[in-house]
Structure formats: C-alpha cells, structure tokens
C-alpha cells in the first residue's frame, strides 16, 4: 500500500509541472483538450522531472537525492507558475474546445455492445498485466542488466554513474548501458529517493504508468475524429498487440519510448491539420517539446526518429507555406520556437554523451560498422511478421491499407504518417540487413521486435485513418 | 419445415455415433518381453542385443540400430517406447522408404528419462519425410548406451480423433519464457495427441502456425471479395465495397487471434500467481529460474556490509546478473583468494568438507570457515574465520 501511494504521488508531483509546461508552451492558443493535456502530462511528467534533476545534478549542483530531485524542479515549478499566472494562460487552458464533441456515437446498439466486451476483455488483460508487473521480481535481461540496475546504482551512490559493475571482477565503462539516456532510471531512483529504499513493485510497478498513457493518448487522439465507440475500439485494438501488452506490463523501456513516441506524431499530425498560424505555433512548441523530452528515454530516438520527424516538420512547413498558409516570416517564427524548444531539452544530454564519450547506437556504436548483407535477417523479418502473432494481424492489414489507399495516403496530413510509418520500418531493416553487428539483434529478434515495437502505435493510428478515408470518400475517376 | 426437422434428427443423430467412430484408435504393438515378441529384429553397426525376461538388452559402444521389415497395416501419427535406462539418453526412431534408391535412414529424436519402465511418445506426422508406410523402422542409440528395450506402439488416429486434438493444441498455451518479451510463437497445430506434448518443444516449432494458416487464409478471402467488387458494381465506390465485406472478416480473424494470444497471456499471469505471488514461502517457484529468487533473499543479507563476495550457481546466465542486481553494492565475482564470505546456488558439487574448507568436486578452495546459513542441501552462505590475504601482483614485465 505504502508503494502504491508513493507511486501516486511520484508520478502526480512530476504530472503537475509538465501540465504547466503544456499549458504555457501551448500558451493563449491552447490546442489540446483538457483530457490530453492530463494525460500526455502524466506520460512525459516523470521524463521532464527527471531531466530537470539530470540538468542540475550534472552541473554539480544537487545530488541525486529527495532534495536533489525536489528542488531544481520547485525552482522550475516557480518559475512557470509565475509565468503561466502573469500571462493568464491558466484561465485559457480551462477553455480548450473539445474537437470530440463533434462526433456523436451513432453506432448500432450491437456494436457498442460487442466494444464494450472488448474493453472487459481488455480490461481483464490490463489487470492481470498489473498483478504481474507489480507481483513477481526483476526477470527480464534488460531490467536488471540496465534499466533497474542503473536505476538502483544513481539511488545508491547519489550520482550519475557511467561505469558498471558486471561482476566475476569485469567492469562496463561508457560504451555499453550507459550510453542509453537516464530519464528511465532516474525515475526508479526518484521513487526509491520517495519511499526511502529500493522496493521492486515500486521501481517496476511505474511501467504500467506509461503503456496505460499510451493508450489513453491513443484513445484521446481518435476521439479528434472518431466517435467514443470506434475510438474506444481503437485503442482495444492498439492493446490486443500481444507484443505490445507484454512489453508494456513488464520492466522494459520501449513502450516507455513508443509513448513518447507517439505523442511527437501527435503533435505532427495536429500541426498539419491545423488551419491558423497560431495553432499551427502550438502544435510545433509541442512537438518541439515532446521531441526533446523523447532524445531522452532511448538511443534510437536520436539516431532515427528525432532525424525523420524534424525533416517531416519541415516538409509540412513547406506545404503550409507552398499553399499560401504561412508567410516565410511565420515559417522562420514557428521553426525557430520549435527548434529553440528542442534545442533547450536535447543539447544536454547530448553534450554530457559526446563529453563523457558515450556511444549513439542502440548500446553498440554505429560508427565503424562494416557493411554485409546478410540473407537470414529477410528470413527472420518474415518469420516474425508472418508467422508469429506479434502484432496479430496488422502486418498484412497495413500493406493492405497503404495499396488500397494508392497516393492519398502520402498526402498531407496523414502523409506524415505514412513516411514516418514506412521510411522508419524500411530503415531498421535495411540496417538489420546490411550493418553485420546488427543482424543478430534481428535474427534472435531482439532489437527487430523492439524497434516494431516503437512504430506500431503509429501504424495502427495511420491504419484506422486511412479505413475511415476509404470508407467516407467516394473514388474519384 | 418437416424435412428441416428431419435433417436436424439426422446430425443429430450423426453427432451421437460420433464419439463411438472417435473411439477407434488403432495401435500396433511391437513386443520386446521373452516369448511375446511379434516381430523379426537385426541389429546394425556397434550394437549387442540380448534377450532378457522383460525385453532386450541393447548396449552399443558406437552407433547402433535396431531395425525391422514388418509391414505395417496402419500409417501411424505416432509412437511410443517403453524401456529401462539408468541415465537419460536421447534415442531416435528411424524408418526408410523402399522407394528410396539410396535407402537414407530418417530419424526422429526421443528423449528417454532415466528410470524403470518409462514409457515416452514421440510425434510423427509433423515431419516431412514421414509420408508414407515405411520398408524398415526401428531405433537408433548413440556411441555408449544401454538401454531395456520393453515394447514399441505405433498409432494411428481417426478423422475425428485428430481433428479435436487439432483443437485441442490450438487452445494449448506455451509458458512465459525468457524469449517471451522479444516474440511469441503463437498457436500452432497438431493432429495427434502426442505432438501437443512437444507443442513448444522446438524452436522454432516445427508444426503450422496458425498464424501463418491465417494470413494466408485471410489474403485469398480479400482475392476472392477484390474479384467480386472489382468486376462487378459501380467502379466508382469498388473500394469502399471491398473495405465493407473484408473488414468483418478481418475483425473476426483479429479478434480470434486476440481471444487466443489474451488467454496465453493470463495462463502465465494464473501460473506465476499460483507458483509465486500466492505460493508458500518455502514452495515458491519462478519459472525457469526455480527457488532463485527466494534464495537470494535469504543470502543477500549475509553481505549488505561486503563489496564484494564469492558467488556459484548452476550457470552463470542469469544468475550472476540477477544476483549482482539483487545485492549491489556487494558486487559477485570469482576471486575467492581475496573474499571472505560465498554465496552457493544450486550446487551438489560445491561442499563444505570436515576441515570447514569449501570444495569445489573435492578439491578445498579455501580457507577454514563455517557455514553461516544453508538454504537447502546444495545452496548456502559460507564465511572463512580469516580474511584471505591477496597474493603479491605479479612482477612487471
């Protein structure tokens, strides 16, 4: 009980000051509902906390500790209170307009019927995840080769630590785990600093935190188009993935990163159904911040999607502009606040990795890899997509969709989907294919399910979008 | 209406006198005991037989075959063998084909526990070369094996029969285990009860996945509806026809799927409640890694003051990992030239002798000391009375 409260409180302290941030960034054009801005500030609060801490403790001003955690995030807190206060964005954050409203549930009473099973069924999963997640010790490879281990490392000694006992006397310097950003870690010594000692349900318990902010954001974000019935199974849909359901109820660090993830699409696709300059602006700070906030939890965001999700930001500018929607002036505006945005939460942790050394792959440097293809990585990509029910049957769904679609799912918005979706599935496996350290990460499926892992949230999303345009708009000739 | 109901009696009627049609298992038993065996058997390659009261004595120094001609009436599934072994061994069952001009023996592995009697099924049907009632058949023992051959059963099952075990090892669930968080492997299907057993047992499984039978099954369904939208009807709205008709079907097969992966995920969540979180103390399990985790929370006390210590488990995957997590700071290495205090998981090998030295397979590796806490016979916490002293570094070169 004293875990469960101390991890309501752990995750409400730092929910609160990325609520604020939200609702100052978004400023007097607030573009997220009330629902969302709880949700994606749940979901992205303990990342935004613990960088802060990061910040302050690697400048050598606090020490990995309740205070240390505590105070530079009081001091933050202060700051964007007084801001949102003297703007008075507090008063337009409560006037969101609700897009949701403008899809009433006209479903047949046996369809509502046959999604409220799904989500029993779902709910059912869900907590038998939980029980788990919360019941049974540190078992998985990662959890306490990394995410744990580090985690109880910084509680212990107080600090950032780069170096890691392995034991059988062998010592891991910079190049292995420690190169992974520490938001998620920090989160487990944040709690343990709370509670006042290293409690497992605790430290794994957290987890849950950000599969069920995945799905809510999903949800919430289906709900900007679909009714409350489609919208609802949309998101049992996204929760049936047995991979994702797994991964999201264990101790791992991609949902983690899928949900970070996916807000950062959120934002994107926000920012190109916008119709003014001014939501247009917000979209783009958040995305900015969501962005930033998302370089922190996994190396793949820096070397993958970070890149392609800028280069979409600017293609969308571009189209704005190109269709008259933006002056090059409010281009230049929009991307610098972005950009400036991105630049405060990313340099960082992005200086402390090339200043101390640390590696930007996926805890194996990319750099001075050499270049062979290998034939039984096709062969493992296919098995898994295939043969096992991984992601039940959204690899044969998507491809199906994308072809029925023809060019209109390459035109913006949902454009902005369809590449990210595409270009960032082809790229891991041109990468598993070609860089040879990496095929094993495929073969044994490893790195391959887990960077599916990270897209399918999105895939699902483009999916459901796609079908609804299918099925309103009549073929042209 | 009449004739409707008349055809209702009828499948009624049929589904009764199923059951009995089910019933028809049909087994050929090949007899080793003295006096009942039923069949003619020679022996090939380093290989001694000896009859005995209860079956034959099969001893071989390299590898051995046992064979025979006897013509089967049946086209069985599957087996079993029953023999006698002190060790556990694994054995093959072997057939060739007449058809076959270089007459390639094809084997399937069993294996054999050690133990009186032991009775082991294997699975035939899953594998490709079986495909036809062979010329020969037998088993195979590797290089220094001895074993008491008592009886080999072939069986063949009805349509019923296999049908319902088809059902059956699509409902069959397969544990949570280390490679669950990367992939599952899913449903997969076998026609005979004894290739359910073996379900999981290879990676990757070698019988259907259903997964795969239902994609494929899934992209003829969307051929078949593209054909009838695509030829007929306004071409105006073809795709949106095409969407109408696939879309429940695929929603069916997804919810399917999702009923069947949801389940697997529960059965796991129900074993490691039952064999866990809800266990006794002294009888908690955690899947493949047994009373481990019990374990260290008995020894990890004994070296909240250490460093480091010396730690031995069974294997070091993934002990050594989960175990240095578990105690950090006190950090588990080798060096027992340097630490005080060991930590001992699961080794019968590992012993404290009459001089209180550990011995690793009798051999004393350290100093005199005393066990400060044993958590079952071959798992304990020993200390050395003295600090060892670490030897002087080598010279420089």
Not at chain 1, 58 to 87: D, E, K, Q, Y
Request: glycine share 8%; with cysteine.
């Amino acid at each position: 009980m004293t875990n469960f409260l101390v991890l309501l409180i752990g995750i409400a302290v730092p929910g609160a000051l990325c609520w604020l941030s939200l609702l100052l960034l978004e400023g007097r054009h607030p573009v997220l509902t009330r629902a969302e801005r709880i949700v994606w500030a749940l979901t992205l609060g303990p990342t935004l906390f613990t960088f802060i801490a990061f910040l302050s403790h690697v400048l050598g001003l606090t020490r990995l500790t309740l205070v240390g955690f505590l105070l530079p995030n009081i001091v933050v807190a202060l700051l964007l209170g007084a801001g949102a206060w003297t703007s008075g964005v507090l008063r337009s954050g409560w006037n969101t307009p609700l897009p949701a409203s403008l899809s009433p549930d006209t479903a047949p009473r046996w369809v509502r019927l046959g999604v409220l099973l799904l989500c029993i069924w779902t709910g059912v999963k869900l907590l038998a995840g939980a029980i788990d997640l919360f019941g049974v010790p540190t078992y998985w490879d990662d959890s306490f080769n990394n995410w744990n281990m580090r985690g109880k490392m910084f509680f212990v000694t107080e600090r950032i630590e780069l170096t890691i006992p392995v034991g059988n006397q062998i010592v891991q310097t910079e190049g292995g785990v420690s190169s992974y950003p520490p938001a998620l870690p920090l989160v487990k010594t944040w709690l343990s600093d709370l509670r006042g000692s290293w409690e497992e349900p605790l430290v794994n318990g957290v987890h849950l935190l950000w599969f069920l902010g995945l799905l809510g954001s999903f949800f919430l974000l289906l709900r900007r188009s679909f009714s409350r019935t489609v919208s609802l199974l949309g998101a049992s849909l996204l929760a049936s993935l047995p991979l994702l359901l797994i991964q999201g109820t264990n101790p791992y660090a991609d949902v983690f990163l899928a949900s970070h993830l996916f807000l950062s699409i959120a934002c994107l696709l926000g920012a190109g159904r916008s119709t003014t300059t001014e939501e247009l602006s917000s979209w783009l700070k958040l995305l900015g911040f969501t962005l930033g906030l998302l370089l922190f939890t996994k190396n793949e965001a820096t070397v993958l999607y970070a890149p392609l999700l800028i280069l979409l930001a600017f293609w969308l500018l571009l189209g704005k502009k190109r269709t008259g929607m933006i002056t090059q002036q409010q281009f230049t505006r929009v991307a610098g606040l972005c950009a400036i945005i991105l630049a405060l939460l990313a340099l960082p942790w992005l200086a402390f990795k090339w200043l101390n050394g640390l590696t930007f792959g996926n805890a194996k440097s990319i750099s001075g890899m050499t270049l062979s293809f290998n034939p039984l990585v096709v062969r493992a990509i296919w098995y898994h997509l295939s043969h096992e029910p991984n992601w039940l049957l959204l690899p044969l769904v998507l491809p199906l969709v994308l072809i029925l679609s023809g060019k209109r799912a390459w035109e913006l918005p949902e454009g902005l989907l369809t590449v990210f979706v595409v270009v960032s599935i082809l790229a891991q496996f041109l990468l598993f294919a070609l860089l040879a350290p990496l095929a094993t990460e495929a073969i044994m499926q490893t790195g391959l399910s887990r960077g599916l892992l990270h897209v399918v949230p999105v895939a699902l999303l483009l999916v459901i979008l796609l079908v609804r345009q299918l099925l309103l708009e009549t073929e042209k000739k | 209406m009449r004739h409707l109901r008349f055809l209702w009696l009828l499948i009624a009627v049929s589904s009764l006198a199923l059951p009995l049609t089910a019933l028809a298992k049909d087994s050929r038993t090949l007899e080793f005991a003295a006096g009942e065996v039923n069949a003619t058997w020679e022996g090939h390659g380093t290989i001694s037989m000896q009859k005995q009261q209860g079956g034959i004595l099969l001893s071989t120094t390299g590898t051995g075959f046992i064979l025979t001609r006897q013509v089967l009436d049946i086209f069985p599934q599957a087996g079993s063998i029953t023999v006698s072994t002190d060790l556990g061994t694994e054995l093959y069952f072997v057939w060739i084909y007449a058809d076959d001009p270089d007459k390639r023996p094809y084997d399937v592995g069993i294996s054999v526990p050690g133990g009186k009697r032991v009775t082991v099924p294997f699975s035939l049907s899953q594998h490709r070369q079986w495909y036809d009632k062979p010329m020969q058949f037998g088993l195979v023992l590797p290089p220094k094996t001895t074993i008491l051959l008592h009886r080999i059963e072939l069986t063949q099952w009805n349509f019923a029969e296999r049908l319902l075990s088809g059902l059956k090892a699509l409902w069959t669930f397969d544990a949570e285990r280390p490679y669950s968080i990367n992939f599952v492997w899913g449903p997969q299907i076998a026609w005979n009860p004894a290739a359910i057993k073996d379900l999981y047992a290879y990676l990757p499984p070698i019988f259907t996945s259903v997964t795969y039978a239902l994609n494929i099954f899934l992209l003829l369904c969307f051929m078949v509806i593209a054909a009838f939208v695509f030829l007929r009807g306004n071409p105006q709205d073809r795709r949106k026809r095409f969407l109408r008709l696939a879309l429940p079907i695929l929603l069916a097969g997804w919810v399917f799927l999702d009923v069947r992966m949801g389940s697997e995920f529960i059965s796991w969540v129900a074993w490691d409640y039952r064999t866990y979180i809800a266990a006794p103390a002294n009888l908690k399990t955690f899947r493949d890694r047994d009373r481990f985790y019990d374990f260290a929370a008995f020894a990890v006390p004994y070296v909240f003051d250490r460093q480091t210590y010396v730690f031995f488990a069974d294997r070091e995957w993934p002990f050594l990992g989960n175990m240095r997590y578990l105690s950090y700071p006190a950090i588990p290495g080798i060096a027992y030239d340097r630490d005080d205090t060991w930590i001992v998981f699961n080794r019968p090998d590992i012993t404290v002798d009459e001089q209180g030295r550990v011995t690793i397979g009798g051999e004393a590796v350290s100093l005199p000391g005393r066990v400060l806490g044993r958590f079952d016979e071959s798992s304990f916490v020993f200390r050395t009375y003295q600090k060892p002293i670490l030897p002087p570094p080598p010279p420089a070169p």
